[in-house]
Every structure is written in C-alpha cells, then in structure tokens.
C-alpha cells in the first residue's frame, strides 16, 4: 500500500464573505482518478483503516452515513476497537426521480439546499416544503428502525469522524457534518474511500481533516466506479453489521 498523500490547502473563500482556512486533504496519490479501485466498501474500509491508525486512543466518536457508509465504517470501528453510531441524514429527492436530488436534511430537520440548482428548476416554494417534508418523515422511520429513536449523544468539544462509501455532490455529508457541530463537536473529520474532487474542495472549509483515498476529477462522477462489486445495501444488512459489533464490544 503506498503511503497517503497529504495536501494542506491555502486560505481560500467558502462563499459569506470572509476568509477562512481549509482542513487537511489526505488522499492516496497512487489511486488519484483510477475507477474500480476497491473490492467493495469492506475492503475499502479496512484501507481506510490503516489511514487512521494515528487516532488510536484519542477520545473521537465514530458515525457513518446508512446505508453505504456502514460497512465501511465498520472495518475502522473494529480496527480501533471503538463504538459506531448511525447518522440518519437524507437527500431530498425531486418530485420526478429517487436519483437526484436538490439538497439534504439533518436528524433535526434542518434542511441544505442546493439554490443553484434550485433556481434552475420548475419547483414552487410549496413543492420544495413537501419534498422536505417526506423526507423528513422518511428520516424520523429510520430513526426508529435503525437507532431504536434513541437519542444523539451531546459531544461536548470530543472530535467526530464521519464515513461514508464517497462523495457525489456532499450534501448528506455536509447536513451531518451541520447537525455534529449543533450536538458540540470539537474537530470534524470526514474519512470516505472516494470522491469528487470540485466536492471535496467545497467541503475542505467545514472539517479539520478529510480523508478520501481516490480523488477523483472530471465532469462526472459516480461513487459506483470505485468499486468492482457495488450494490444497494437493505436496512437488515446494516442493523446486522451494527448487531455484529454490538457483539464485538460486549467481548
């Protein structure tokens, strides 16, 4: 495995009007703009892994993004021998397809929009609230099935590392990464095998590190390519793997 590549970006301007500086980007050089890189997201996060072996012992709570970013959290959950937590945060889809979407919305509802794209869509205010609102209703059912509607822990100033199986546009990241930062999150580290790289340069001035071992350019991208076995994960295959290190930490 060759060693990762770590990029400190300059100060730059996220977009409301001040300077801010960026997180650290940690990629793999070897792997830069390289498709089917990966077996599947086990393999891909017992790669990942090995990247964070330098937060051994530090007191971090571990989240991952259902249902993709599961099974990749879990390879580091079980390297590290630390708790993982879901974070239920959705895309809000458009009204005529599951497949795009115009923002995401956070466990408390708060929703990010993507006002690009917005203004170029034929949506009324009354349609973007209804598509907001099944989303929130799809978003309390998971709740329910997947966390037992237990409550998010207050972090009070501990760091948070969020996974997922990549970064497409970054909108379900960036609501979780909004909805840790009201729970009192200290550092914010994103760590997901693959992604966009426009993305993962909007997404530097929120987070402390990002870890993303296949970046990736173009003018498109799908988080599939990296993968040479990639399917839809069921709500039973995640509540087995939570269940499975359930029993790893009751050992």
Sequence with gaps: MSLPGRVSPPRCRPGRGFYSPMGNLIEDPALRDRLHVFVDRTSAGQQLAAHLSGYRGQEIHLFAIPAGGVPVAAEIARARLIPLDLIIVRKIQLPWTTEAGFGALDPAGQAILNEDLLRRLPLSPKEIEGQIQKTAAVIQQREERLRGGKPYARLNGQAALVVDDGLASGYT?????????????????????????????ELLPLVDELYCLNVRGGFSFAVADAYE?????????????????????SI
């Design 173 to 201: 990241m960036r609501a979780a990464l909004q909805f840790l930062k009201t729970q009192g999150a200290g550092r914010l580290i994103v760590a997901v095998p693959t992604g966009s790289e426009r993305t993962i340069w």
């Design 229 to 249: 076995n990639w399917y839809d994960l069921t709500e039973g295959e995640v509540l087995e793997i939570m269940e499975s290190l359930a029993k790893q930490d």
